[in-house]
């Protein structure tokens, strides 16, 4: 399995981005997908989940009505579409699949968001 996020970098306060990851090595339309991030010294925390035919997602409070989760089954990529960004969003942003029938998680190596004027 293999998840490679792209998409971060620096932006301005109220600014726009969107992450992408990719995957590979799993039946990637059978699973749902979820986002984290991560600050330093923090815990990893779900911020955004998006089933697998992309029909149902779930938003932590603090990114509702801001970020946009969506997918593309034919290109085997999950998206993030993250708007008013704030300087609290900084973080190190991973995407993450379960595997049911391997009981097993995986990790993307993540991709660094900045906020900041």
């Known amino acids: 399995v293999q998840l490679v996020e792209s998409g971060g970098g620096l932006v301005q306060p109220g600014g726009s981005l969107t992450l992408s990851c990719a995957a590979s090595?799993?039946?990637?339309?059978?699973?749902?997908m979820s986002w984290y991030r991560q600050t330093p010294g923090k815990e990893r925390e779900r911020v955004a989940g998006?089933?697998?035919?992309?029909?149902?997602?779930i938003y932590a409070d603090p990114v509702k009505g801001r970020f946009t989760t969506s997918r593309d089954n034919a290109k085997n990529t999950v998206y993030l579409q993250m708007n008013s960004l704030k300087p609290e969003d900084t973080a190190v942003y991973y995407c993450?699949?379960?595997?049911?029938?391997?009981?097993?998680?995986?990790w993307g190596q993540g991709t660094q968001v900045t906020v900041s004027s």
């Open positions: 090595g799993f039946a990637f339309s059978t699973y749902g």
């Open positions: 993450y699949v379960w595997i049911l029938q391997w009981r097993q998680g995986y």
């Open positions: 998006i089933s697998n035919n992309g029909g149902s997602t």
